[in-house]
């Protein structure tokens, strides 16, 4: 049975964790680096830190919080927003990160998903999907770029399994109907998207619960579970999410 990872996310602003409600509502979360530290003591298996702005403000991933985060942590990093280039890959990873999150880029340039697997390995190249309903499309759900706020009418499934032909290693799909609403991971887009690829699927975006982390693998297929609000605000510890999963027969790593 698969090692099922938990995977704390920070979303990055002006330098501090923040946490939205659908991609807006926006509220201060704390400080980076003590979150981040807090957590891998806490028993993560991984951290995420997404620059959330870094699209939208037409700029790169802020260097000097990749540092900073990854100084104090010994858990994989995978860090996200304004990477578009070989180049951006090679200075995160330089900086501290493990792995790459791409997103707006990737639909820009799929090209781009292929040459980094190629060159840095599929392993350290997630692919982000943030999605919504849309009965236009085949599989019911737009992909959607730009922090959230721009549909490009594109069929997200599909997307997956290209990401995955490209090479990619690990798919994160968020749902815009889910994210921040504590209302549980949009289960019908992360199994829609597991059910698709092969590569470890990262459930993301609204579980507010002990029972979503359990849904998010039983009935989303995911492998990893993202989760921030939760995290951010002490509902829940890590711990407990993850003695809760092995109660319920799942193989979580106790440390």
């Given amino acids: 049975m698969d090692v099922i990872k938990i995977m704390p996310c920070l979303d990055m602003k002006n330098g501090r964790v923040v946490k ?6 926006i509220r201060d979360a704390g ?3 003590e979150n981040a530290a807090f957590y891998e003591k806490e028993g993560a298996d991984e951290l ?19 540092k900073a985060v990854s100084s104090v942590i010994n858990i994989p990093l995978t860090v996200g927003g304004g990477i578009e280039s070989l180049e951006d890959i090679e200075l995160v990873l330089a900086a501290g990160a493990h792995k790459v999150s791409m997103n707006s880029a990737a639909v820009k340039n799929p090209k781009l998903v292929g040459d980094a697997a190629k060159r840095f390995g599929s392993e350290r190249i997630t692919i ?22 721009l549909p490009v009418g594109k069929d997200a ?10 090479g990619a290693g690990i798919i994160l799909p968020t749902s815009m109907d889910g994210d921040g609403t504590l209302q549980g991971y949009d289960l019908e887009f992360t199994k829609a998207i597991s059910d698709a690829v092969k590569v470890p699927v990262v459930a993301s975006g609204g579980a507010g619960k002990l ?14 579970l993202l989760a921030a609000s939760v995290f951010h605000f002490r509902t829940f510890s890590i711990r407990q999410v993850k003695e809760y999963l092995r109660d319920k027969g799942l193989n979580v790593n106790l440390y």
Wanted: proline residues 1%; charged residues 25%; aromatic residues 8%.
């Fill in 20 to 25: 939205g409600v659908h991609f807006v509502d």
């Fill in 31 to 33: 400080d980076p680096v």
């Fill in 48 to 66: 995420a830190m997404l620059d959330i702005a870094a699209t939208l403000e037409n700029r790169k991933t802020r260097l000097e919080w990749v």
């Fill in 128 to 149: 982000a999907i943030d999605a919504r309903r849309n009965k236009a499309m085949l599989s019911g759900f737009e992909l959607v770029i730009a922090g959230g706020t």
């Fill in 157 to 166: 499934i599909t997307w997956a399994k290209q990401c995955e032909d490209l």
């Fill in 211 to 224: 029972e979503h982390f359990y849904e998010g693998v039983i009935k989303g297929g995911a492998k990893i």
